[in-house]
């Protein structure tokens, strides 16, 4: 007989799919996710994203369809991001009342008003130069911009939006639209900060589907810079302080540890931004067959809960939906 030798016995726990189910410390929802969705302006207009197969930029009048299938599937909340063509140095079409957002907003709560409707609240998308806020001498001038992204966080609330979303990275970003929102009203809408957001190299399709990439320099004296830790932190405190009711770091995979950093130290929501270039790989070596795309998407985002983020903005909230259904 062999000599016996004292150690523990992991693998009791899994033995089998009900076991390693029953024991398993973190679990994907369909109410975990927000689905973001890309308006365009026209009629008819249904544009595939080449960087992210799958990924349309949509008319209003093709839209309720696109909301439709995400809403059956159990998706109660949608993020919305603008497509113009008609910009100007101030990004004017952020803050109309009939922008493309704005109009978007009030066509899907007027067919699913129980849908959730989070709003991008940037300026980036809607200037010709392609920054987050205005431009003096060649730099985003931080507190002339407040004033533009406060407004445009009102036209938003004003069209029915549930939460406002800033996500440029402005300093006292959340101060300004926090008065701002009160101000006008609106008390009881919430503000997802983009509090922890870097200047990330995993942002390269969502440029080209949102049209948004800066006309000269880059964004990296607003944006974090991907090798500081303890600084979003910091930026995590002060939004918080502010007025902010969900935390967001944006990007989520290769900032994981900074996730959990943001778990450990803030008492609000924490959401994890899976960015377009993460979609994109996963999606090209899955074209490739050389990853199982359901097990990788799966994993990832499971990694994202298990790092402490409590909700997921990602592009494959549909995808996950209808295999969360199979499963079932």
Known sequence: MAKEIAFKRHRRLRS???????????????DD???????IEGENVKNEIPSMPGVYQLSLDLL??????AYDLGIKAIMFFGVITAKDEIGTGAFIDDGIVQSATRLVKDTFPDMLIVADTCLCEYTSHGHCGLIHNHDVANDESLELL???????????ADIIAPSNMMDGFVAYIRS????????????????????????????DAADSAPQFGN????????????????????????????????????????VRDVRNNCNVPVVAYNVSGEYSMVKAAAQNDWI?????????????????????????????????????
């Open 219 to 258: 964004r990296k004296t607003y944006q974090m810079d991907p090798a500081n830790r303890l600084e979003a932190l910091r930026e995590a405190e002060s939004d918080i302080e502010e007025g902010a009711d969900f935390i967001m770091v944006k990007p989520a995979l290769s900032y994981l540890d900074v």
């Open 292 to 328: 199982d795309e359901q097990s990788i998407v799966m994993e990832m985002l499971t990694s994202m809960k298990r790092a402490g983020a409590d909700i997921i903005l990602t592009y494959f909230a549909k995808d996950v939906a209808k295999w969360l259904k199979e499963e079932q």
């Open 33 to 39: 996710f927000i689905y973001p969705m890309f308006v």
């Open 16 to 30: 089998s799919s009900a076991m390693r189910s029953l024991v398993r410390e973190n679990h994907l929802r369909v």
């Open 64 to 69: 309720l369809d696109e909301v439709r299938e």
């Open 180 to 207: 701002a929102l009160d101000e006008a009203g609106f008390t009881n809408i919430p503000i997802m900060s983009y509090a922890v957001k870097y200047s990330s190299a995993f942002y390269g399709p969502f440029r």
């Open 150 to 160: 406060a407004k445009t966080a009102v036209s938003q609330a004003k069209a029915g």
